[in-house]
Structures are given as C-alpha cells and as structure tokens.
C-alpha cells in the first residue's frame, strides 16, 4: 500500500515563487498544488487533505492573514508558514494562533521554509493522534 504523503499547499499571487516553492516541495518528497488566489484555495474540494500552508501575506482581494483568518473561522485548523516581501508591513503574528509557525521574508533560505513546513508536520501529527 503506497504511503500517503504529505500536501503541502502554496498560496502565492507570484507565479515564478509558487512554481518555486513547489518544485522544492517536490524535491523533498511531499505534494504540493499551488493556487494563485486566497478565494481559489478555498473553494478546492482536496482543502481537507492540506497538511501544510504556504502563503503570501500581501496579495489582491484576500490576504494570507485573512485567508488564516477565515480557515480558522471555519474550524479547519491548518499548519501556516506566512511568506512575504514587504516585512515592514508585516504584523505581529504570535496573535494568530499556534498553527502560524513561521513568517518568512522574500527571499528566504530553502533550509529555514524546509524546517518551518516539518514544524507544520508535527504539529499536524499531534492533531491526528486523537482521531
């Protein structure tokens, strides 16, 4: 029986760094889908198996902030690594919930996004011990 690997999913207005982002998600040995819009990812009929989230902070119509925001409104608790350009715009995250665990500057070290998404992973795997 072929294991189940994580998905990683990438949320980013930039093409080139969702592209990015998923060929080194890949590479590692996860799935990863990419979505080019905040409204697109949530209107995906996989979002359940999502084990991971990598998205941009600042993009047109819903941000990453607001589409944390909303899965938490929804009960749908995923582990989130926050990306973005523009830090001096960035808010304190610690007051978004223990499933942030990480806010990246463009460009980041693939090394530290790598260690950020196994964070997600554990964390997810305590949420699934219950289940």
Same mark, same amino acid.
């Given at each position: 029986?072929?294991?189940?690997? @994580?998905? !990683?999913?990438?949320?980013?207005?930039?093409?080139?760094?969702?592209?990015?982002?998923? *060929?080194?998600?890949?590479? &590692?040995?996860?799935?990863?889908?990419?979505?080019?819009?905040?409204?697109?990812?949530?209107?995906?009929?996989? !979002?359940?198996?999502?084990?991971?989230?990598?998205?941009?902070?600042?993009?047109?119509?819903?941000?990453?902030?607001?589409?944390?925001?909303?899965?938490?409104?929804?009960?749908?608790? &995923? @582990?989130?690594?926050? &990306?973005?350009?523009? @830090?001096?715009?960035?808010?304190?995250?610690?007051?978004? *919930?223990?499933?942030?665990?990480?806010?990246?500057?463009? @460009?980041?070290?693939?090394? &530290?996004?790598?260690?950020?998404?196994?964070?997600?992973?554990?964390?997810?795997?305590?949420?699934?011990?219950?289940?």
């Amino acid at each position: 029986m072929p294991t189940k690997r @994580p998905l !990683i999913a990438i949320v980013d207005d930039d093409e080139s760094m969702r592209e990015a982002i998923k *060929g080194l998600m890949r590479s &590692i040995g996860f799935d990863a889908v990419t979505f080019s819009s905040a409204h697109d990812f949530l209107s995906d009929p996989d !979002i359940h198996r999502t084990s991971c989230l990598v998205t941009d902070i600042n993009m047109p119509g819903m941000s990453g902030l607001d589409l944390h925001r909303r899965l938490v409104a929804l009960g749908k608790s &995923i @582990p989130t690594v926050l &990306i973005t350009a523009f @830090p001096e715009k960035n808010v304190r995250t610690s007051a978004f *919930g223990s499933d942030i665990v990480g806010c990246l500057i463009k @460009p980041f070290d693939e090394q &530290i996004l790598y260690g950020c998404i196994l964070s997600a992973l554990a964390l997810n795997s305590k949420g699934d011990s219950s289940s």
